[in-house]
């Protein structure tokens, strides 16, 4: 496996692979890698003959005050885990190589990015789409994989690959959790043993979404209140938002009807953790 | 020479040569063909194995009260001149393939835009970027052509291109310019005889700039009050703007130094022209 810094060097590497007619599966990450990454990356090693992480702490898509500084860090650790998943190469650019003096060109998906964590974290989604494009072509994938924890993201990224007629295969893979339910996610290491043993009431209020659906509740308000009351039963647990809206627009919802997302993001002190299942009726 | 309409279709045909190991060079226009874009063409084919233009008149690149209902359209003019000049694929995409229902993904450059056309026409660049950035995506190309003539344009993408990292070579080629210096341009079809007879006075302009830079002038004010003079004495002729700019920024220089880009945009009743030239000293 080989660890790549330079843009020109992964152009040529993946340019020559492809020349031979071998298929790249990309799995785009800010590295601190945990099982829900590892995932992708095995799946991706399933479905093409060369696989591709990329690590970037992406600047752009951090606010101010937000966690940029503190993201956890470990490449070492990454590399053995990424090897060990089957990944051939990791891509690890530079901030100033990626956004030189100057920069100037942004990639923006309205609408769906104006809801959930795209209220929560004005300019976010800027920064995330506007880093993928630059990754895509960078890397140009035939496929690449993304995890259902961050659904909107998930959404946000399929409509810019479809909107700017990008030449690839997005994949959505399931959230990896941990054993009690907590969706894993580089952020969890924020968490104080105290917090950790409440986070998973993000997951815990998602599944009481689920059962009152599954109980004939219909009204999105009723069920968000109950939600609310359960999370809110955490010891140091804010809610950030609580949502449940249609899986196409990501609007909030009037009754729950189809295919729903029921999304949360939840503070714990400074760590803001998101998790979502979908309910069908 | 081929004529193909659907978007999926010339993504399969263009992946087709490129696996056969041909080049591809791309000449984005919006049709009404003139020698401009015949020269771009004609470049093109001697540096790629295939060469693609597109006809798009381009919705999003227009402003409310522009001209995108009037601007000229004659595919069958077209397919006869981009045939003579060795095209080997036209591209017409239909604006509900390229801007679908729920269209909602932008790119944007900043600052470069904000002046010249891009003060005058507020959203035109997003919409330029926009759909040459689709058009890179659904064409791959590894060349593509544009003309001096949109000097800001040129600039514009030049700048996306290197921004977001797109895997192509963008060359700007020559101005292309009637007898009497008028820069050719579709919109030319516009002009009534007295306006025609008029028009040159755009290039006359930038022709008496580049002089008085070499007779020692270095005020931009000076030259720019000179050419504006020369500008109004031509029958029914408005001056929209007239600046002397650096190259990289397109910023308004405050004395001539190094080299400069001179654009000029001239109405001549709903007409608007456009020219520029570089003076170096």
Do not use: W
């Not at 101010?64 to 885990?81: H, I, N, S, T």
């Not at 104080?192 to 998602?206: D, H, I, Q």
């Amino acid at each position: 496996m080989q660890v790549v810094r330079e843009l020109d060097v992964v152009k040529e590497i993946i340019r020559d692979l492809k020349n031979k007619g071998m298929t790249v599966g990309f799995v785009p990450t800010m590295g601190f890698l945990h099982e829900g990454h590892l995932s992708l990356v095995r799946t991706a090693k399933s479905e093409n003959d060369f696989v591709v992480i990329s690590i970037f702490v992406n600047p752009l898509q951090f606010g101010v005050g937000e966690d940029f500084e503190r993201y956890p860090r470990d490449l070492e650790r990454d590399r053995e885990l990424a090897d060990s998943a089957g990944c051939d190469l990791i891509f690890v650019p530079a901030a100033k190589d990626m956004y030189p003096p100057g920069y100037a060109t942004f990639v923006d998906v309205d609408r769906l990015t104006e809801g959930l964590c795209g209220a929560s974290r004005p300019g976010h989604f800027r920064g995330v789409t506007t880093v993928v494009a630059k990754l895509f072509n960078l890397v140009s994938p035939h496929k690449a994989y993304f995890g259902q924890k961050d659904a909107q993201q998930a959404l946000v990224l399929k409509k810019m690959v479809q909107d700017l007629n990008m030449d690839l295969d997005l994949f959505i893979l399931p959230t990896v959790r941990e054993a009690d339910g907590l969706a894993m996610s580089s952020r969890n290491k924020y968490l104080n043993s105290g917090e950790r043993e409440e986070a998973p009431v993000l997951y815990k209020s998602l599944l009481l979404a689920r059962e009152l659906v599954a109980r004939g509740e219909r009204d999105p308000l009723i069920i968000g209140k109950n939600m609310e009351d359960l999370i809110c039963s955490a010891r140091g647990a804010v809610v950030d938002y609580l949502e449940i809206v249609d899986t196409e627009e990501l609007k909030p919802l009037k009754s729950i009807k189809g295919r729903c997302l029921v999304a949360v993001a939840v503070k714990f002190g400074t760590t803001r953790l998101i998790d979502n299942i979908f309910v069908e009726v």
